[in-house]
């Protein structure tokens, strides 16, 4: 079993800045990936960010230049440094990491998802 833990959610001022944690634990193989998705009310889930094993990392187009995907896939953490934060940007975002439990299956897991909302 693969659990992810994600934190840094919070109130914002439009404008303002938040950093969003996220740490994998279990038994697991490896790690292929890990990223966040935001799930607005009324709307579907989006990629926001994905951090590849030995890739580049990819955006989504409405948070390019503004928000930014880090972490070590070797120490099974990920974060994500949101700056310039527009009301917007108001969502849950859940942390994911495409895990593989056993050489050759993939399998992705999901954070709880954390809260962050912006508002003047």
């Known amino acids: 079993q693969v659990q992810l833990v994600e934190s840094g959610g919070d109130l914002v001022q439009p404008g303002g800045s938040l950093r969003l944690s996220c740490v994998a634990s279990?038994?697991?193989?490896?790690?292929?990936?890990m990223g966040w998705y935001r799930q607005a009310p009324g709307k579907q889930r989006e990629l926001v960010a994905d951090m590849p094993s030995g890739g580049s990392t990819d955006y989504a187009d409405f948070v390019k230049g503004r928000f930014t995907i880090s972490g070590d896939l070797a120490k099974n953490t990920v974060y994500l440094q949101m700056n310039s934060l527009k009301l917007e940007d108001t969502a849950v975002y859940y942390c994911?990491?495409?895990?593989?439990?056993?050489?050759?299956?993939?399998?992705?897991?999901w954070g709880q998802g954390t809260q962050v909302t912006v508002s003047s």
């Open positions: 279990g038994t697991f193989f490896s790690i292929n990936a």
């Open positions: 994911y990491a495409v895990v593989s439990t056993v050489p050759g299956y993939k399998y992705m897991y």
